[in-house]
């Protein structure tokens, strides 16, 4: 009688033992078999300093992407290599784009990073419409990637990679009228309405001379000559310079320009850049780049 006891106690204790292990193994399943973002936390990037290039060139899967990541890779401090790692190993959950955006971008990786969670700023209405980042300009410094318009549709895009026509325009009519409530999500919406969005989701030109009109803004296009531009700055004119491929941007981009300092150089809005929007830039450096100009006045 104590032998069965003593046995049915082990098979009991044997019994148990495996239904735990068999509820561990379907957890383990269930967990492999749902791709979920992670999102690495604040103290875990404050923690891993060490991330080597070699280790965001395994992450590369075209030869332009490893050019960007070559040219901008000491741009990067530890904390962001962190997070482009991360974007990385998550690469399904972000389009080309963005990941082009984070490879040349250093001050939009966090924007970037936050993309899978952007349904929480869509349904933000943009009640805070100061400056992207304050530089004690008349003109306000919109960036396409500010969470609360960049996520936003422009054609068949998304602000921040597509946008830079009506976040200049909403700068150029904010700093003219004196009120910023003109944001880039608000001039593009009259973008997409208007119908000024081409096939290839590039900005019609007309919409820079027609986009600004409901403001009471004038826009026109000028010659593309130096003395014309210092010319029309001189008026307090701002300006929109629509740039081809070299400092500015791979493909086309457009920047304000609000006027120029004690040695004639350009003070510029660039929506996609802080750090070229800290400094000036003389007409020599990007006078070859220039493809069309617009003067803006009351």
């Not at 010319?231 to 320009?257: D, Q």
Request: a positive charge; proline letters at 3%.
């Amino acid at each position: 009688m104590r032998r069965n006891k003593r046995l049915k106690r082990k098979y009991r204790r044997y019994r148990r033992l495996i239904k735990r292990i068999i509820f561990l193994f379907l957890i383990v399943l269930s967990v492999k078999g749902v791709k979920k973002f992670k999102p690495i936390s604040q103290s875990a990037i404050g923690i891993d300093d060490s991330i080597k290039v070699g280790e965001l060139r395994s992450h590369i899967k075209t030869e332009k992407e490893l050019e960007r990541l070559e040219k901008n890779i000491d741009r990067f401090s530890q904390k962001q290599r962190s997070l482009l790692k991360d974007i990385l190993d998550n690469r399904d959950s972000y389009s080309d784009g963005l990941i082009n955006l984070a490879l040349s971008n250093p001050e939009a990786l966090d924007f970037v990073y936050n993309y899978p969670n952007r349904e929480k700023f869509l349904n933000q209405a943009v009640i805070d419409t100061d400056s992207s980042i304050e530089l004690n300009r008349r003109y306000p410094l919109y960036l396409q990637w500010d969470k609360r318009w960049g996520y936003k549709s422009y054609g068949d895009n998304i602000i921040a990679l597509a946008g830079c026509a009506p976040t200049s325009l909403s700068m150029a009519v904010s700093g003219l009228n004196g009120d910023n409530r003109v944001t880039p999500d608000q001039m593009a919406k009259i973008s997409m309405d208007g119908d000024f969005i081409t096939e290839e989701n590039f900005t019609k030109w007309s919409f820079m001379t027609e986009g600004c009109k409901k403001f009471g803004i004038t826009g026109r296009e000028i010659p593309l000559d130096e003395s014309t531009i210092k010319k029309e700055l001189s008026k307090g004119n701002p300006l929109i310079f629509s740039m081809s491929e070299g400092i500015f941007t791979e493909v086309g981009h457009m920047i304000l320009i609000t006027g120029v300092d004690d040695k004639g150089d350009f003070i510029i809005n660039d929506s996609n850049s802080i750090e070229r929007s800290k400094r000036t830039w003389s007409y020599d450096e990007i006078h070859d780049q220039i493809r069309n100009i617009w003067s803006y006045s009351m």
